[in-house]
């Protein structure tokens, strides 16, 4: 087991999160594992464990969280959150820790890729001449290959950002 | 009765079969589709990396239906779920709503808050009602057993859903499958993840949660399974051959999205549901029912 060092904790960090729209409150957490008790993920790989994160976050070892590839193995399907007896915002906590870790350059290739696509096409999938055909063959009526309006609006948002 | 349909990404590019198979039973119930062709992906796969981007690309859709005075109809449980979320977060953060409709402005688009967004199972129920669903039924599906997989978005997180079944107990698709006259299974493990969005970052993890999922339905005896949702389906479905090879094991288990299972019982073909375009054969589960 790793030992914790308190001295990198970040009591700023805790404040900020603790007291933000959403997802605030996480210090209610009394450690009880109920949380990682019904966690898919953690079944299949012991490493991920939401308690922990939460645990870490109490104690705001903000860079091991963000620099870990931990919190990408959360599968979102909000079992720890719904199961919380106090109401501590889990799943949506760690989206926005995703959000945070993301802003410092860590993020899963898959996740970047997906980024890229909706900034060039507004949708994951373009819907090329070759899938209308195929919808127009079983009767589905056919669709833009992509949406500039949507397009437009995510690029005017991440220009003015970088 | 009229909605916007909110097709997302996936399903008009990989599941024509659910697309298909909705519009089918829809028609046959008198729910009205309009199709909205400047609707954007829903937003959900931006929220890992930028949660304001999504609910930006969110609030725009919503912005769209408003726009026509229609409620949106979702197919898939994810885009249900971010512009259900969306629309909660903006009805009751009034900073949040600032924020986006400043961004909005600049398309000269405002969200108001006028429409509600649901999923099609939900509209079904809702709207259609399970007396109405058991007029239409044309053909006997006594007998056949069917596990059915609710994945997660369908109904969480509770707080955006306005207490719309339970997620602790969900029991609503079970409903509309007992109203067609099939048979419910239980297996263990029923309320867990597909494990789809961590393929993303982890393929091993995802393949292994969902594999875990299978080898329980497997276990229970069942004709098929019984989803909601394109992502969940891929993990079940498209990805069900690799399980199988990764993991040494076979399944061969059928996985139909519930209007296909639906449209069985309302007696419409093979091609009319799409059940020709899943992965996994389902031409012996429909031989079964001598079609």
């Known amino acids: 087991m790793k030992r914790v060092n308190l001295l990198e904790s970040d009591t700023d960090f805790i404040e900020e999160l603790d007291s933000a729209d959403f997802i605030g409150g996480f210090r209610d957490c009394f450690t009880c594992g109920t949380c990682t008790a019904g966690c898919p993920v953690h079944r299949a790989n012991e490493d991920y464990n939401p308690l922990r994160i939460i645990r870490m976050l109490v104690l705001g070892l903000k860079q091991e969280i963000l620099r870990g590839n931990i919190i990408w193995l959360c599968s979102d399907c909000y079992t720890c959150q719904e199961n919380c007896p106090m109401g501590v915002k889990i799943t949506d906590i760690i989206n926005h820790l995703k959000n945070l870790a993301t802003r410092e350059k860590n993020v899963p290739l898959g996740v970047s890729t997906q980024e890229k696509l909706l900034k060039d096409q507004g949708k994951i999938y373009i819907i090329d001449d070759f899938d209308n055909k195929k919808r127009a063959k079983v009767g589905l009526p056919s669709l833009p290959a992509m949406v500039e309006e949507a397009k437009a609006l995510l690029r005017q948002k991440w220009n003015r950002e970088t | ?291």
């Open chain 2, 1 to 291: 009765m009229k909605y916007s349909l909110f097709l997302g990404c996936t399903i008009p590019a990989r599941s024509r079969n659910y697309e298909l198979s909705a519009r089918a039973i829809a028609l046959r119930l008198g729910l009205e589709f309009i199709d909205i062709e400047e609707f954007s992906c829903c937003g959900f796969p931006l929220e890992a990396s930028d949660e304001i981007g999504a609910i930006l690309l969110a609030a725009r859709n919503l912005c769209l239906a408003e726009e026509k005075e229609l409620d949106i109809c979702a197919l898939c449980s994810a885009c249900a779920s971010m512009l259900t979320k969306t629309a909660f977060h903006l009805n009751n953060n009034q900073n949040l709503r600032e924020q986006i409709n400043k961004e909005l402005s600049k398309i000269g688009k405002e969200y108001k808050g006028t429409i509600n967004v649901r999923h099609f199972a939900r509209i079904l129920l809702e709207d259609i009602g399970l007396e109405r669903i058991k007029e239409e039924i044309k053909r006997d599906l006594k007998g056949l057993k069917v596990a059915t997989h609710y994945g997660c978005h369908y109904l969480k997180p509770s707080y955006i859903y306005e207490g719309f079944d339970d997620p602790q107990y969900p029991l609503t698709l079970e409903l509309i499958l007992e109203a067609v006259g099939v048979t419910n299974i239980q297996y263990r493990r029923k309320k867990d993840c597909c494990g789809g969005p961590v393929l993303l970052s982890d393929e091993a993890i995802a393949l292994t949660v969902a594999q875990e999922k299978l080898k329980y339905i497997k276990e229970a005896g069942t004709d098929c399974m019984n989803l909601v949702c394109p992502f969940c389906s891929l993990m079940f479905d498209a990805n069900q051959k690799g399980i199988e090879t990764k993991f040494e094991s076979e399944f061969n288990i059928p996985v139909l999205y519930l209007p296909q299972i639906v449209g069985l019982a309302m007696g419409f073909g093979r091609k009319e549901l799409g059940l020709n375009l899943n992965s996994v054969s389902t031409k012996e589960l429909t031989a079964k029912l001598g079609i």
